[in-house]
Nanobody, 124 residues
Framework: EVQLQASGGGLVQAGGSLRLSCAAS????????IGWFRQAPGKERSRVSC???????????WYEDSVKGRFTISSDEDKNTVYLQMNRLQPEDTAVYYC??????????????WGQGTQVTVSS
């Protein structure tokens, strides 16, 4: 069974940093691509960053324009964990953040597998 456990959210001042973690079980990054998504109050869930699975990996990593240069997605395959390092956080980054996995390109649609969200709140 594919399971994803997101953690690392919290309250931070504008300009600060947080690192989100997504612990995965039931699969490896060879099989499924991973993405981070977020949903702000009153808004639809949107893509933040994704990378493709190892089996289909062509080195694809994608970032939403507003986070380019500030957020970095990475993985530790030994720990089967994906991270989202978020620097220079801004109030507009406030949202519930979700990690998700899919056999295809996770940012291409609605991934098959989702973890619970972790709240990120950035104060001005």
């Amino acid at each position: 069974e594919v399971q994803l456990q997101a953690s690392g959210g919290g309250l931070v001042q504008a300009g600060g940093s947080l690192r989100l973690s997504c612990a995965a079980s039931g699969f490896t990054f060879h099989d499924l691509g991973i993405g981070w998504f977020r949903q702000a109050p009153g808004k639809e869930r949107s893509r933040v960053s994704c990378f493709s699975s190892s089996t289909s990996r062509d080195g694809t990593i994608w970032y939403e324009d507003s986070v380019k240069g500030r957020f970095t997605i990475s993985s530790d395959e030994d720990k089967n964990t994906v991270y989202l390092q978020m620097n220079r956080l801004q109030p507009e980054d406030t949202a519930v953040y979700y990690c998700a996995a899919d056999a295809g390109w996770p940012c291409g649609g609605f991934p098959d597998h989702w973890g619970q969200g972790t709240q990120v709140t950035v104060s001005s």
